[in-house]
């Protein structure tokens, strides 16, 4: 029987990424660095140099994620950390702050990957439910994720994706707080 390990990474975590993210650095070469940049940044930057901003992130001790592995192999990765650290955020029509919102408060959930011979195993569960503890930990008030809506069957959603779906968030305790854009939704989860 396999055996999941999820935690969160630390500077010594860069060799286990590589190799889950390789060849193609998930998503285009994004290296997770989507969120994190603003859209100039972004494009000035081409793959290889993303690929170094997240393992220069990841060598110093920034908090940008889980990683996941199955029997000591990388399977799963979610970006994750404080919303702030998440520049492109701020004009996200995915991720607008609901009145009242301390955006200082709430923890982001910006990408969800399993490798492909590991999803359907419950990896981006255990993945999803350590962000949680670690959000809880850091004492965030809430945790939000802007996942494709798959509640109907008859509405199409990008395969593509690495945004997770509604359904798996709300496996995990997420609420949708409301529909966003044509096939995505803004889910919650309060920590206090």
Same mark, same amino acid.
């Given at each position: ?8 990474? @630390? ?49 110093? @001790?920034? #908090?940008?994620?889980?990683? @996941? ?20 955020? #701020? ?37 999803? +439910?350590?962000?949680? #503890?670690?959000?809880? +930990? ?51 989860? +309060?920590?206090?």
């Amino acid at each position: 029987m396999s055996t999941f390990d999820v935690s969160v990474v @630390g500077p010594e975590d860069w060799p286990a990424i590589s190799e889950l993210f390789e060849p193609k650095g998930p998503v285009e070469n994004c290296w997770c660095t989507y969120f994190r940049m603003t859209a100039k940044e972004r494009a000035a930057c081409d793959p290889a140099e993303r690929k170094d901003r997240l393992r220069d992130l990841v060598e110093a @001790g920034e #908090r940008v994620g889980i990683l @996941g592995s199955v029997d000591g192999v990388p399977a799963g990765w979610i970006g994750v950390g404080p919303r702030q650290g998440f520049p492109r955020l #701020r004009g996200s029509r995915a991720a607008k702050p609901l009145p009242g919102d301390d955006p200082e408060r709430i923890w982001s959930v910006v990408c969800l990957y399993v490798a492909r011979e590991h999803r359907g195993r419950g990896m981006a569960k255990a993945l999803i +439910d350590r962000a949680v #503890r670690w959000a809880r +930990d850091e004492k965030a008030d809430a945790i939000e994720a802007y996942p494709e809506d798959d509640r109907d069957p008859v509405a199409g959603i990008d395969r593509s994706s690495f945004h997770g779906r509604v359904s798996t968030f709300e496996s995990c305790g997420f609420t949708v707080i409301e529909p966003r854009l044509q096939r995505r939704a803004l889910v919650r989860k +309060d920590l206090r």
